[in-house]
């Protein structure tokens, strides 16, 4: 059975840092790429960040603007996204998510979602 | 970037009418485009990719269509379970984009 399992999120200040770890079990992790997708309260949802298989590919929503950092160690089928200079905007329910292919793909599983809030 | 809309935002329908939901991309994007549920408290679960093919465990009743740029989401007989949020997201380009969902709320 695929489980995916967000830890890491929580309350933190404007301008601070957090980092999301996805823990990842039931499945070849290797084998997929990995997403991270964030909801804000009340609104849609907004892709983050994709992560090939090997982690040699990374893409990035434009609006993040270099702030975010996703990164996997398929040694402990682990996916992370550093975040750094956090915003208000940036709080958000954010879901890992197990994509069909090495490269890209669909999210055909996902987590429960972390919750992640920025404010003083 | 690729910008996707969904219409109506919000469809009110009795248990066992059809459900027709819209996806309209802002260009091309083949047959690379997917559906979404999404229930109050959850994460999303993915209903069709690829356009038109039903993910694993999807029941027949929901089928994807598209006609150029406009892609269609139909859900032939509502079940009380099927009462959700949809969205559409295309992975033809980078950056993958999501639309601005469609809530299906009983009338």
């Known amino acids: 059975e695929v489980q995916l399992l967000e830890s890491g999120g929580g309350l933190v200040q404007p301008g601070g840092s957090l980092r999301l770890s996805c823990a990842a079990s039931?499945?070849?992790?290797?084998?997929?790429?990995m997403s991270w997708v964030r909801q804000a309260p009340g609104k849609g949802l907004e892709w983050v960040s994709s992560?090939?298989?090997?982690?040699?590919?990374?893409?990035?929503a434009d609006s993040l603007k270099g702030r975010f950092t996703i990164s996997r160690d398929n040694s402990k089928n682990m996916l992370y996204l550093q975040m750094s200079s956090l915003r208000a905007e940036d709080t958000a329910v954010y879901y890992c998510?197990?994509?069909?292919?090495f490269g890209s793909g669909w999210c055909d599983y996902w987590g429960q979602g972390t919750l992640v809030t920025v404010s003083s | 970037e690729i910008v996707l809309t969904q219409s109506p935002a919000t469809l009110s329908l009795s248990p066992g009418e059809r459900a027709t939901l819209s996806c309209r991309a802002s260009?091309?994007?083949?047959?690379?485009l997917a559906w979404y549920q999404q229930k109050p408290g959850q994460a999303p679960r993915l209903l069709i990719y690829?356009?038109?093919n039903r993910a694993t465990g999807i029941p027949a009743r929901f089928s994807g269509s598209r006609s150029g740029t406009d892609f269609t989401l139909t859900i032939s007989s509502l079940e009380p379970e099927d009462f959700a949020v949809y969205y559409c997201?295309?992975?033809?380009?980078?950056?993958?984009?999501f639309g601005q969902g469609t809530k299906v709320e009983i009338k």
């Open positions: 998510a197990k994509l069909t292919e």
């Open positions: 260009q091309s994007v083949s047959s690379y």
């Open positions: 690829d356009e038109s």
């Open positions: 039931g499945f070849t992790f290797s084998s997929h790429a």
């Open positions: 992560i090939s298989g090997s982690g040699s590919g990374t893409y990035y």
């Open positions: 997201q295309q992975r033809s380009n980078w950056p993958l984009t």
